[in-house]
């Protein structure tokens, strides 16, 4: 199961992360936000496909083509650990590094997006002090690491539970 899952969880990790860094780093340079989120979901469900691969690997490979609820998800779980800490360590190296002021710039997009929607005065007052204390709370790495992890793993969750119910098989009768 080892190799499956580091294999799995590091192949998944690279899929999650390139993406991640040329969208993230075209829309800080560029100012356009707009469609980044999308991308970025769909490159975790395609990365996060490698959970069914790996439980099925594990099953038919290694397991005489049986395997349990538990230990699929068991299997899924881990490779979606590795895959989202690599998401997150790129993050962070990539936020640290080459974009620290990314939640003031963000920021600034939501407000001006309000701004040419034509909100209220009041909405966009209310959405400025969130921002604000959105960007002060990102000054703290463990905010960020949490913040990194809330937005990757529960789509690793929620795929290697339906990977799981999916791939379970239990053992043939022996007649």
Known sequence: MKKIVIVCGLIGGLIVTA?????????????????????????????????????????????????SF??????????????STIYVIVWLIDYYLFMPDFAEKYGA?????????????????????????FAKMYKNPLIVILFTYVEILPVGLVVTLISSFILKRKEKAVA
């Not at 538990?70 to 895959?83: M, N, R």
């Not at 997009?109 to 204390?133: F, P, R, V």
């Open 19 to 67: 993406p991640m860094m040329l969208f993230t780093d075209a829309c800080y340079t560029s100012g356009n936000y707009e469609g980044s989120m999308l991308v970025g979901y769909a490159s975790m469900i395609l990365a996060f496909s490698l959970v069914f691969v790996g439980i099925r690997n594990y099953r038919n490979k290694y397991n005489n083509g049986v395997i």
């Open 70 to 83: 538990g230990k699929a998800f068991k299997t899924g779980i881990f490779i979606v650990l590795i895959a």
């Open 109 to 133: 997009h939501i407000i001006n997006k309000l701004k040419t929607s034509g909100a209220s005065q009041l909405e966009i007052d209310k959405q400025t002090k969130e921002m604000a204390g």
